[in-house]
């Protein structure tokens, strides 16, 4: 059995295609994550600004023993997710299933128990209204982070680029749940549930949908 070889002109074209869409340097590479990061995350620092800073009516130490939690949550989920690990592909599939899983949890049960030791927080009541604008701003504090995370994971993942789409919708997640939380004056436990842990389950789903779209390595027709 004998392998055809492609034609001259064939590996002619192919070398010229490369040679003129030379791979960036890993530090290049470097400087345009941090740079697409930080204009994904200046979006939810004009979305704060423009609704008047940062300020809650609750305990002081209920607020920063949460944001603190979350925080932590945040760049956890963050790290596990954009970052490769020092693969080209990324995390293995279970750390990336474990991200886009457990995030919502870990911000359910750290609220759990800061609302354990402040128990008067959950008697502060929130009516439909409250509830539907911590939806809104969840959502639109995590539109920036998602879109980033997205554009440095863009064409990288031949396996499961749902997963890790899912994996950069929770990260995302996070961060809008943490910057309403630290807007929000409710903290009820279903108000907790419905208006700051849902929508990081609703992006996690959306990020799923993108990343099946985005991510997923494609083949260049441009050699052929």
């Given at each position: 059995m004998t392998t055809e070889l492609p034609s001259a002109e064939l590996r002619e074209r192919v070398l010229?295609?490369?040679q003129s869409h030379p791979a960036p340097t890993r530090a290049a590479g470097r400087k345009r994550n941090t740079v697409v990061i930080a204009l994904g995350f200046a979006l939810p620092v004009a979305i704060s600004a423009w609704a008047g800073g940062p300020g809650t009516r609750l305990p002081?130490?209920?607020?920063?023993?949460?944001?603190?939690?979350?925080?932590?949550?945040?760049?956890?989920?963050?790290w596990?997710?954009?970052?490769?690990?020092?693969?080209m592909l990324g995390r293995p599939a279970v750390v990336r299933a474990v991200v886009a899983g457990v995030t919502p949890v870990a911000?359910?049960?750290?609220a759990s128990v800061a609302a354990l030791l402040w128990p008067a927080t959950l008697a502060?009541?929130?009516g439909l209204e409250e509830h539907v604008v911590c939806?809104?701003?969840?959502?639109?504090?995590?539109?920036?982070?998602?879109?980033?995370?997205?554009?440095?994971?863009r064409q990288s993942d031949p396996v499961a680029p749902t997963l890790t789409g899912a994996a950069l919708g929770a990260a995302s997640g996070a961060w809008g749940a943490l910057a309403i939380?630290?807007?929000?004056a409710h903290a009820s436990a279903f108000h907790i549930v419905v208006g700051h842990v849902l929508p990081v389950v609703f992006l996690?789903?959306?990020?799923?949908?993108?990343?099946?779209?985005?991510?997923?390595?494609?083949?260049?027709?441009?050699?052929?």
């Open positions: 010229a295609a490369a002081i130490g209920y607020t920063v023993l949460l944001g603190a939690s979350w925080l932590l949550v945040s760049l956890v989920a963050t596990e997710a954009v970052g490769r690990g020092g693969s911000l359910l049960v750290t502060i009541p929130a939806v809104v701003f969840t959502i639109l504090f995590a539109l920036g982070p998602l879109v980033a995370f997205v554009v440095v994971r939380e630290l807007h929000c996690t789903a959306v990020g799923a949908l993108v990343g099946s779209r985005v991510i997923g390595m494609r083949a260049r027709t441009d050699l052929l």
